[in-house]
């Protein structure tokens, strides 16, 4: 499975991005699809999830009410909409897929064995 992530940047606190990951090569063996985002000296830590069939969604809450994932499976995209965004939303955010991943682990980042290249968003004050 290959990820491409992308749509990151700078924007103001307040302001609103949206992020996408397409993916390609036996996508079809991922239940899952997530995000991660990860802070300069801090660890990954779980954005959201979106179960590929179905489209259950999931959220950290540190961030809920203000993201939105979603995915187009017709296109192998996955999406993730984040508005009211806070300079302590400044992160490298990271796509990631695994056909392992399971509904009691896809707040794991060592759950994933596939992972996009990151995309950073920058938000300022």
């Known amino acids: 499975v290959q990820l491409q992530a992308s749509g990151g940047g700078l924007v103001q606190a307040g302001g609103s991005l949206r992020l996408s990951c397409v993916a390609s090569?036996?996508?079809?063996?991922?239940?899952?699809m997530a995000w991660f985002r990860q802070a300069p000296g801090k660890e990954r830590e779980f954005v959201a999830a979106v179960k590929v069939s179905g489209g259950h969604t999931y959220y950290a809450e540190s961030m809920k009410g203000r993201i939105a994932i979603s995915r187009n499976n017709a296109e192998n995209t996955v999406y993730l909409q984040m508005n009211s965004l806070r300079p302590e939303d400044t992160a490298v955010y990271y796509c990631?897929?695994?056909?392992?991943?399971?509904?009691?682990?896809?707040?794991?980042?060592?759950?994933?064995?596939?992972w996009g290249q990151g995309t950073l968003v920058t938000v300022s004050s």
């Open positions: 090569g036996g996508t079809y063996r991922n239940r899952y």
């Open positions: 990631a897929a695994d056909p392992s991943v399971i509904l009691s682990n896809i707040r794991s980042h060592s759950a994933y064995g596939y």
